[in-house]
């Protein structure tokens, strides 16, 4: 299950990138990085390794906090 969410959100993210690169707009990059900030999240609930695990958890983190952040601003 996580397997199958964590691809849909890592092809999600990487469509928005993408999209952001090809039409020179940048107003999908909060989206962008809330999807990826999952996909993390997702990664680090599937990881085995404690240290790893953390690192996952603290950089998604940080991506859905930079994301809502631009969300509220703009």
């Given at each position: 299950m996580l397997k199958k969410l964590k691809n849909v959100f890592a092809l999600l993210?990487?469509?928005?990138?993408?999209?952001?690169?090809?039409?020179?707009s940048f107003v999908v990059m909060p989206y962008?990085?809330?999807?990826?900030?999952?996909?993390?999240l997702i990664m680090g609930m599937q990881e085995k390794r404690k240290p790893l695990n953390y690192a996952f958890f603290l950089v998604s983190g940080l991506n859905i906090f930079v994301s809502i952040k631009s969300f509220l601003y703009n």
């Open positions: 993210t990487f469509v928005l990138a993408v999209y952001a690169l090809i039409t020179d962008t990085l809330f999807f990826l900030g999952v996909t993390l």
